[in-house]
């Protein structure tokens, strides 16, 4: 800010900040349970993440969303445009669980599995292995660019940025068969497509778990805004006990506490120092508290040096903390109407998704009328309408199918021939045309349905519904 | 002023992965005719570009919304500080009225 900008005392300011100034947190390493927590579900969830594409199934990528051809595979599974509600199925089971572990333990998500979480450990890890500590870190930040900050920081990017480009080329690894993105890549002969959402993958992950960090959860995520209406009194959040923390302050380790009328909290702020989101739980529950429980290892260790008992900071509920029932009763209180509605449709929708995944049909059919003549009719003085039958068969064998119809009395069916082949994902166009005697017509346009049968497989099958026209 | 551009880009951003992914769902990119050819011949390609679309038309929207939201007050205060005011404004102070 300069002078002119600076509020001239008794005048308004000319122009306010819109925003704090953003610190920099280099926050302290921290051992502990949850801290071995959150390092395992790194670890499992980076293993799937990079892993997962390169496995195989039956002489393909197992999991495949292949953009360019428009279909997804997933293992013995192959899904089409048409199979987008499976998706939105998804994303609704998706949805409904994290409400539900929302409100039984609060911001389980964030603290372990986000990728924002997992990606600013990793990154973490990297910085303190070439950086060195919190302290390090923070004097490097201070010290003039020399040789030594140079090196430092050029190793950290490099690293850095292999980890994101690896990360951005597993990510279309996801959406182009990765073998060949593999071969391409190596030998500086990707496609511009690609390479370009290679490109904006790494960056985006280099940025974001390099350097936005906590402002990610803080400004962009719109889960942190509004968790809050998910929470309720019976939520397991991570809570700093006032009533055994307060009032706090420094003391020798021998002082007897009690008798000096102090609560437990040395007020040592580690709980501070370790906070990836640079906020004081001791304040209370904040939106930027992500849940990742580091204050609670932090607070910890102090609480045993110290020889006080754990769980000054601890996750437990609002009604403990306000004595409604002890921390024993926490487990009688996650059932709740809250949580078992959210489990019943949990239940309910995962059952129909599955239902559905099960008898799904390998085998599409849509009706296209011929545009030219609603009807004509025959030299025999038949009346005759004529159809495209667009067939997908959407297993992976090829299949033979029998095209039926049925509505009309003597309803007769004329195709090429007798059968049709489909190969393994093909799709085929089949002119049929469909021809009754004007007899058994009753009124201007009729029902029908076409049945196409698979001769080889007869779980597979499907109707489709159209209308035939009199003249 | 970061994160002002992040509320510019970030809910645009979102709106944009769910509008293209809707739209290449419901439609072929390739088979979208202009004057009777294809608009574009790769699929990657569309997607691609069919995102950064998206994405301007919600930069413009939400950087329309950031710019409607200055308040009358901000509109009509004088961007000079008081002292720089020209000679003759009502509203100039040059500290000599005072004291």
Redesign the interface.
């Known amino acids: 800010m300069t002078d002119?900008n600076k509020p001239?005392s008794a005048?308004t300011p000319?122009e306010q900040q819109?925003?704090a100034i953003?610190q920099t947190i280099q926050t302290r390493a921290v051992h502990g349970v949850f801290a071995n927590w959150r390092v395992a579900l790194v670890l499992i969830t980076q293993l799937v993440y990079y892993g997962l594409p390169w496995l195989q199934w039956e002489n393909r990528q197992a999991v495949l969303f292949d953009?360019?051809a428009?279909k997804f595979y997933i293992f013995g599974l192959v899904f089409w445009?048409q199979d987008?509600v499976y998706l939105t199925g998804l994303l609704i089971l998706a949805a409904l669980s994290l409400f539900l572990f929302t409100a039984v333990a609060g911001r389980l998500w964030c603290g372990y599995a986000c990728p924002q979480t997992v990606y600013t450990e990793i990154f973490m890890w990297v910085e303190s292995w070439l950086e060195g500590d919190h302290v390090a870190r923070k004097k490097l930040d201070a010290s003039p660019w020399n040789a030594n900050k140079l090196k430092k920081r050029g190793l950290k990017h490099v690293a850095w940025f292999a980890l994101a480009l690896w990360t951005g080329f597993t990510f279309v690894g996801y959406f182009?068969p990765i073998k060949e993105l593999a071969v391409e890549f190596v030998s500086f002969g990707l496609?511009p497509?690609?390479a370009?959402?290679i490109f904006f993958y790494a960056f985006a992950t280099w940025g974001n778990a390099g350097f936005m960090r906590e402002?990610v959860c803080k400004?962009?995520c719109?889960y942190a805004r509004f968790q809050s209406v998910m929470f309720d009194s019976d939520t397991l959040t991570v809570t700093y006990d006032n009533s055994i923390g307060e009032p706090r302050g420094p003391r020798s380790k021998k002082t007897d506490y009690k008798a000096a009328g102090l609560g437990t909290c040395v007020d040592c702020n580690v709980c501070v120092q370790v906070c990836p989101t640079g906020i004081d739980i001791r304040n209370g529950l904040q939106y930027e508290c992500i849940g990742c429980a580091a204050c609670i290892d932090g607070c910890d260790q102090i609480m045993d040096k110290m020889g006080y008992p754990r769980g000054l900071i601890r996750y437990t509920t609002e009604n403990v903390v306000k004595g409604k029932y002890p921390d024993s009763g926490i487990l009688k209180h996650i059932l709740r109407p809250r949580t078992i509605i959210y489990t019943v449709l949990l239940t309910a929708i995962a059952s129909a998704f599955l239902y559905s995944l099960a008898t799904r049909v390998p085998l599409r059919v849509d009706v296209v009328r011929d545009r030219v003549a609603l009807s004509k009719e025959t030299d025999e003085g038949m009346i005759e309408n004529v159809y495209r039958l667009q067939l997908i068969n959407k297993d992976d064998q090829t299949h033979r199918y029998t095209i039926q119809a049925e509505g009309i009395n003597g309803l007769q069916v004329v195709t090429a021939s007798r059968e049709v082949s489909a190969a393994p994902l093909q799709t085929i166009d089949i002119p049929v045309s469909l021809i009754a005697d004007p007899v058994d017509l009753k009124g201007r346009s009729i029902e029908v349905t076409f049945n196409i049968r698979s001769t080889d497989d007869p779980g597979i099958h499907t109707e489709v519904g159209t209308k035939f026209f009199n003249r | 002023m970061l994160q002002r551009l992040i509320h510019i880009l970030w809910p645009s951003f979102l709106v944009a992965g769910v509008a293209d992914i809707l739209f290449t769902t419901l439609f072929d990119p390739l088979e979208i005719l202009y004057r009777g050819e294809p608009l574009i011949e790769q699929r990657l390609a569309a997607y691609t570009v069919g995102f950064f679309v998206f994405w301007l038309l919600g930069i413009a929207s939400s950087a329309m919304t950031c710019y409607f939201q200055r308040s009358a007050d901000e509109i009509n205060r004088c961007p000079l500080p008081p002292r720089k005011r020209p000679e003759g404004c009502p509203k100039r102070d040059d500290g000599s009225n005072c004291c």
């Open positions: 002119e001239a005048e000319i819109l925003y953003r953009l360019a428009r445009p987008f182009t496609g497509w690609e370009f959402w402002q400004y962009m719109p």
